[in-house]
């Protein structure tokens, strides 16, 4: 089955062997995403800034892809502060407040850069 690809230009792409988002047949990855833009981090100490960049950086592979958000069933955040939740919820819900996707939210103890607050993947199947 044929695989399309989006690269976003992270270093830690072709370190790590991955990418951004990939697409095969009718269902697209997201790999997780945070607030990283020209190897700088977006929004530091905002969780809400944060969780808006990330989101705007999926929907964009998204959209390189021939999805859009309104395809996404699932969301996954990984928060390195729970008590946060709302600011990053806020966000969230702006993005997908008619589509409601399957989403979880948990905290982990550290992301890649210790400036990180949020960390998002997500799973779309086109209609």
């Given at each position: 089955?044929?695989?399309?690809?989006?690269?976003?230009?992270?270093?830690?792409?072709?370190?790590?062997?991955?990418c951004r988002a990939i697409r095969i047949g009718d269902r697209i990855e997201v790999a997780g995403t945070t607030a990283m833009k020209d190897g700088e981090v977006v929004?530091?100490?905002?969780?809400?800034?944060?969780?808006?960049?990330?989101?705007?950086?999926?929907?964009?592979?998204?959209?390189?892809?021939?999805?859009?958000?309104?395809?996404?069933?699932?969301?996954?955040?990984?928060?390195?502060?729970?008590?946060?939740?709302?600011?990053?919820?806020?966000?969230?819900?702006?993005?997908?407040?008619?589509?409601?996707?399957?989403?979880?939210?948990?905290?982990?103890?550290?992301?890649?850069?210790?400036?990180?607050?949020?960390?998002?993947?997500?799973?779309?199947?086109?209609?």
């Amino acid at each position: 089955m044929n695989r399309k690809r989006v690269f976003t230009g992270s270093p830690w792409e072709p370190l790590v062997g991955y990418c951004r988002a990939i697409r095969i047949g009718d269902r697209i990855e997201v790999a997780g995403t945070t607030a990283m833009k020209d190897g700088e981090v977006v929004g530091v100490g905002n969780p809400y800034e944060q969780t808006k960049f990330i989101l705007q950086t999926i929907e964009q592979a998204l959209i390189e892809l021939g999805s859009g958000m309104s395809d996404v069933v699932r969301t996954r955040m990984f928060v390195t502060d729970i008590s946060k939740w709302e600011e990053i919820g806020k966000a969230h819900g702006e993005f997908f407040k008619e589509v409601q996707p399957a989403a979880t939210m948990v905290e982990v103890q550290a992301l890649i850069d210790p400036r990180l607050l949020v960390e998002i993947e997500v799973y779309a199947i086109l209609r």
